[in-house]
């Protein structure tokens, strides 16, 4: 099986900085059930081409223990030839670094849309010609889908299952990668290895916002994940939160600029970290979560503190932890201090044993984006499954809205927030949530208090007991 992904982007030997490939040299690298092969078979100034070959053991596919193994009785079938999850594991193990979107030599050009063509000459299509350009078209390609005969010497026995596809467009590199990690399995719709909850994390990892807003994504969630339906209803359930299904980051963007509008007057949003900061300093945490952590702003703080050996940042929309990594520039951190800090991609609303054992965890104005029915869910996977020792939770004060010149009455800061609290709600909800799971409860003010309404933010901190 073969993937090319050309460039005319001048000069287009470039490519071989987005992707930390040497086009000069080729490499290899084993996977479960074969082999796969990078190399460069044109690389000029006009025009760069890379290549992915894959080859697959047919007789392993057969016999092999591993995974794979044993998912076909005959040696002889298609899984050499075509495009399938073998290659999706083939542009992980090439491509990784440059799907996280992280260039050391050029992380401007990651971040811009370069022309790029992507040619894949033989691939599966489970639902055709139409169902191809459905899956690629939305994400802003130019599609060009050609169904292959069974046998060029024997027109007579008429059109295979499978296509040429070529894929065109001014695209981000890692945002090509990703679509084709993720949407080539779902056309072959037959996955190579056992599929859990890890695989939910992937989808999620390489989907994020661009899923979440298309408008197949039920069919391609269902698909990766080998149509497990509580597999795929938690996907579903995770993607309906990156976005709120509708709302495009560009719109989420705006939301922020607006929410910072209204605040800037007062730098109510450092004086928010800062105040954090000081509460976990003082509690003498020494491992501490970030849940929310958005593009690592607090993270930034943390990091630049020695009492803290152990900091993870985690959030559940990828485009913010991409730009939390070159806020917190790790490729460029002394070794002893990058290795303290961690990314990880994931909801607050589920349950999940990497926040288990924290010694604090913030959670920084994020409460009021979820919908009012998945707070028992966050509750209980914090407060109940992680149970770290403190938990740090703020959120705005909606009485102090009134005092905002650029406000207008009854609207909400940003237009994501699902609600906006008094302080009478914050600290009852807050007080509830305490007596259910063991933990006291204090609260202090953010912000330029008034005496009728308040701060502007809101903190309870909850210490376990």
Sequence with gaps: MLLTITTTHRPATELGYLLRKNPERAQHAELSMGRAHLFYPEATEERCTVAVLVEVDPVALVRGSGPGGGQFDQYVNDRPYVASSFLSSAIAEFFGTAMSGTSKERPELAETPIPLRAEIPVLPARGGERFLKELFKPLGYEVTVERLPLDDQFPEWGESPYYRLVLEGEVKLQDLLKHLYVLIPVLDDRKHYYIGRAEVDK?????GAWLATHPLREEISRRYLKRDRTLTREALDRLSEIDGLVEPEEQEAAGDAQEEAVERPISLHDQR?????????ASGAKRVLDLGCGEGKLLKLLMNEKQFEEIVGMDVSITPLEKAKLRLRLERQPE?????????HGSLVYR???????????IVEVIEHLDPSRLASMERAVFEFARPGRVIVTTPNREYNALFETMEPGKLRHPDHRFEWTRAEFESWSREVADRHGYAVEFQPIGPVSEQFGAPSQ????QAI
């Design 203 to 207: 989808l999620l990892l390489r989907g």
């Design 273 to 281: 970290l800062l105040t954090v900061l000081d509460v976990l300093k």
């Design 336 to 344: 002893r201090k990058a290795s303290r800090m961690k990314l990880i």
């Design 352 to 362: 999940d044993r990497r926040l288990q054992g924290y010694d604090a965890v913030a």
């Design 459 to 462: 903190m309870a901190v909850f």
